[in-house]
């Protein structure tokens, strides 16, 4: 799958982490001027951010799946062949 350009809402984890970033680089800042140790403080103060974000989408998907599935088995007019 390959995003077509100026198509933001085709990448919205990539656009999320952008905005999560520029809460503390904004806009021109100068990435060769940042030293590892800035880099790491930003990353683990997104880390849990990124990660409730990954947990709420798998609980999504999970719920969607089950539902899915007890549809099947409660609706007696769904054929399953």
């Given at each position: 799958?390959?995003?077509?350009?100026y198509?933001s809402?085709?990448?919205?984890l990539n656009?999320n982490?952008?905005?999560?970033?520029?809460?503390?680089?904004?806009k021109?800042t100068d990435?060769?001027s940042?030293?590892?140790?800035?880099?790491?403080?930003?990353m683990d103060?997104l880390?849990?951010a990124?990660?409730?974000?990954?947990?709420?989408?798998?609980?999504?998907?999970?719920?969607?799946?089950?539902?899915?599935c007890?549809?099947?088995?409660?609706?007696p007019?769904i054929?399953?062949?």
């Amino acid at each position: 799958y390959f995003a077509h350009p100026y198509h933001s809402w085709e990448r919205g984890l990539n656009e999320n982490t952008n905005g999560l970033i520029r809460q503390y680089l904004p806009k021109g800042t100068d990435f060769h001027s940042l030293t590892r140790a800035q880099v790491r403080s930003i990353m683990d103060r997104l880390k849990p951010a990124m990660e409730m974000s990954w947990l709420q989408d798998s609980k999504s998907a999970i719920l969607r799946n089950q539902t899915a599935c007890c549809t099947y088995e409660l609706n007696p007019r769904i054929n399953i062949a």
